[in-house]
């Protein structure tokens, strides 16, 4: 019923093909101006890095009527027929290390949604000189581009990861009944553990895999779905990673799930739980999927929540 829009999002070029991708080129264009924004948290430098903005509908989501969804949507100024959400990832610098959380797609949605390796590039920072690849999950937009040709995009990096996710993604046999898009993701995430191959740590609880950085580990959406705790000093920033897709809609109403969700009650609860703390302890948050730099902190607004943007880091430009 919702299979034609779910696919909608898999372009003839893009997931339908999806180990083709594997050996396509890096050729997309450079932007003229990069798409990347600093921020410091305490010593720790985090920067936002774009990807790319991918149209996203009501079909995708369960729990709303497409009265409501174009409602909220509009309230918050944006278009109902043309939703366009971020697909970020986040350079930490913290001494001499280089974390990059999440790798975006590598052209998995097709090209027009592969600017991570240009935005990165921009920052100064080569592929060799990363030192660990978070990845917050092992869906196709946030690892898709941590291989090209088979080969690990970051040849120096240890590939961390939650264990559930690793499982999960990481057994064939998971998927062999299931449609041919969870098919394609799954064979996209094996092609990442292999290429990574010794080069992997996972983790199952809270950990701290760098000083000041700590997993959360925010189930649901997939089983090992993490988030990451960037903590120094008196300032810390949660980056959320796939607690909303649709911001304006998931934030006012939490119940709200998309069709990517693995555990869709699961990956409900967690954010309604994680809302709730971010909004009274007034954290910052870095989303994969708000718009860019998908920096904000979350207020409470009615009966749900809504994002403040944060405010630019003039010092740390
Ligand atoms: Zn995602």
Redesign the pocket.
Known sequence: MKRRQFLSLAPAAGLATLPATFARAHDAAPHSLPQAQRRAVGDITVTALSDGGIALGHGLLQGISEDDYAAILTAAYRNPAGFLSG?NAFLIETGDLKILV?AGTGGAFGPEIDNLPANLAATGTAPGDITHLFA??L?P??VGGAVRDGMAVFPNAELVVHDADRAFWGTPENFTAMPEMMQNFAAMAQGVLAAYGDRLRTFDAEAEIAPGLTTLPLPG?TPGHSGLMVASGDAALLIW??IV?VAPVQLARPAVTIG?DVEPALAASTRAALLDRVATDRLMIAG??IGFPGLATIARAGDGYAAIPAPFDYGAA
């Open positions: 697909v999440d917050t999950h869906h937009d946030h959406h990673a796939d897709h990517f994969s999927h």
